[in-house]
């Protein structure tokens, strides 16, 4: 899927535009994220400036243009949607995982003091933390770069989103706001501070259980907090309030982001900032104040949901659990497959999740891929770029949605026709992987990294690998991704009791097909109180036609046939007969 010559061209003529800016402003070069001022993973669309200059569409990407090149990163989930999506005459593409060792001096000529070739960026995209990845550059941090230099060449730029903020209900939360902001007060007690900064988007609507639409995807309210002893400050339009949250919330002081520099100038104690969440913007108003670095507290929190949450989760995933088994269901009977599209499969999915009570959205745009497309990690059919499903191969098709009381994610490949012994078993190796992370016991204060091998130990045995976490955290009606935890080589945060994380393996052959197999679970407590397991959300069956049981054992059929005999219980009552007698036909004998 290689970009249109007409798109090529107007990308061309921006990044030609930017250059002629970028020799006015004397900068040999500007950086440009796929973030936004609240440093958000998914952003809204007047905040796609790495997209409008790029092409690239994808959630974590990063480009320096220069004078006479333009250099590209981002991660092993983007690396061929880049290379399809990028105009590669402009673009060079790199692996983000080595920007830390970057050899700048390749690109840029760094050992100089000329102001002519500086480096700029807006201080409002990115953290400190980030920004330590660009060390070996020569930044411009000046008032030249604090001006956005894409939004000034982007003469159609969408405004600012400005969407209703409304409460999100306590029936869906098991926890009012009052002892979110009580958390917060004895937090600051333990650090004898007098305000805490809180820029993360997530935690600001967990915190004061709001939420709004700023985001496609993802109920965000975009805006910041201050909690100090006596006051909580939120930074937003206040005309966008609900007056019943106002009159629900006596103790909040409503602010526009305008004001944030003049109440930070005003704090004379303590004051506690997560350096990794804040931007480098943030940070610059607390020069010459008393800070504390610390983690953003609401983010463990929120991410150790109570039973409340845990509930609610459980239903939305029995809804979810109906509309995917719907969608398999049709796939395994369509006869007018071959005059179907990946975007229309993905349309058709949505609309059977639509059907189900207390939807309000998809999670994330459906990643629907078909043959050498399903290789491609977080693939996005469009209407215009799209294949048909008009013969045999593989189709992956990760999705979720976001209910009243919880956000969903699930992703299954199945066959179209008959799979090639190469594909069943890669199937099952990724299978065998994912059963056995789900079926772990382990001790408390045991990491994702402690278990990220256990998923991929089958596929390492044949000299295999997958490019991408094995799980992310997942929220409460919240981003489809949130942290701290994960199940990756290289995260440290203990699994507790309420965390909800995807169990994803996966295996991607370029230009071929790509298998991955996701089950939301959650930590929850055995009956021995020094040990922790895991317990299946997600109640959709995998593709037993891509199961080679020659490499499966008798314990891990046994196992899959137990999540099946829960998905009958839970499921099957709420199927259509013909997806009725898809699910039955799914038991591996």
Not at 314 to 334: N, P, R
Not at 499 to 522: C, D, H, K, T
Not at 541 to 567: R, V
Request: proline fraction near 4%.
């Amino acid at each position: 899927m290689e970009a249109p010559n007409h798109l090529k061209s107007s990308i061309e003529q921006r990044i030609s535009t930017l250059r002629e800016l970028l020799k006015e402003r004397e900068l040999y070069g500007y950086l440009i994220p796929s973030s936004d001022e609240y440093l958000n993973e998914y952003v809204p669309a007047y905040a796609r400036r790495l997209e409008y200059i790029s092409g690239f569409t994808g959630s974590n990407g990063l480009a320096i243009i220069m004078e006479d090149k333009a250099l590209f990163f981002t991660d092993g989930r983007y690396l061929e949607q880049s290379k399809r999506e990028l105009d590669l005459e402009l673009f060079q593409i790199f692996d983000q995982k080595d920007l830390s060792n970057f050899t700048w001096s390749n690109f840029v000529p760094v050992n100089t003091d000329s102001i002519k070739c500086k480096i700029g960026y807006d201080p409002k995209l990115f953290s400190t933390k980030t920004l330590k990845n660009f060390s070996g550059l020569p930044l411009e941090p000046g008032s030249r770069s604090s001006i956005n230099l894409i939004d000034q060449i982007w003469i159609d730029q969408a405004p600012k989103p400005s969407s209703p903020i409304y409460t999100y209900e306590l029936e869906f939360t098991g926890e009012s706001h009052e002892s979110k902001l009580n958390r917060c007060r004895q937090f600051l007690n333990k650090y004898s501070a007098e305000s805490m900064i809180l820029t993360a988007t997530d935690s600001i609507c967990w915190l004061l259980n709001l939420r709004a639409t700023d985001v496609e995807f993802s109920p965000l309210m975009l805006s910041i907090a201050i909690v100090s002893q006596d006051k909580t400050y939120l930074f937003v339009d206040v005309e966008r309030i609900e007056h019943e949250v106002i009159e629900q919330r006596p103790e909040l002081e409503l602010l526009p982001e305008s004001c944030l520099p003049q109440i930070i100038s005003g704090l004379t104690e303590k004051i506690l900032i997560d350096e990794a969440s804040a931007s480098s913007f943030v940070i610059s108003l607390l020069q010459g104040k008393k800070t504390q670095a610390i983690s953003d507290p609401c983010q463990l929190w929120k991410a150790c949901k109570n039973d409340c949450e845990i509930n609610h989760a459980k239903e939305a995933h029995i809804k979810d659990a109906v509309a995917v088994c719907e969608f398999l269901a049709y796939l395994s009977t369509a006869t007018n497959l071959p005059q179907s599209t990946e975007y229309q499969l993905a349309l058709h999915l949505t609309n059977l999740r639509k059907l189900q009570p207390g939807y309000v959205m998809d999670s994330f745009p459906t990643i629907c891929g078909f043959q050498e497309n399903s290789a491609i990690i977080h693939y996005r059919a469009t209407p215009e770029h799209t294949k048909y499903i008009s013969s045999s191969g593989i189709l992956l098709i990760d999705s979720g949605g976001q209910y009243l009381g919880a956000t969903t994610d699930i992703t299954r490949t199945i066959t179209i026709g008959i799979p090639t012994q190469e594909q069943k078993k890669r199937y099952t190796q990724v299978l065998k992987g994912h059963l056995a992370l789900a079926n772990i016991k382990f001790p408390n204060n045991i990491t994702g990294a402690n278990l990220d091998v256990l998923a991929r130990q089958f596929l390492w045995a044949d000299y295999q690998d997958y490019a991408h976490g094995t799980g992310h955290g997942v929220g409460n009606f919240l981003n489809v991704h949130e942290g701290p935890q994960s199940i990756n080589l290289r995260n440290n945060v203990a699994l507790q009791p309420g965390m909800i994380i995807s169990n994803e393996p996966g295996y991607y052959v370029a230009n071929a097909f790509g298998i991955r197999i996701e089950n939301l679970i959650y930590v929850k407590k055995t009956t021995d109180d020094r040990y922790l397991e895991f317990e299946a959300l997600t109640l959709v069956p995998y593709a037993k036609a891509l199961i080679d049981l020659e490499l499966i054992t008798k314990e891990e059929i046994m196992q899959i046939n137990s999540y099946y005999e829960k998905i009958y219980n839970l499921v099957y009552p709420l199927l259509s007969t013909e997806a009725q007698e898809w699910l039955l036909a799914q038991y591996i004998s």
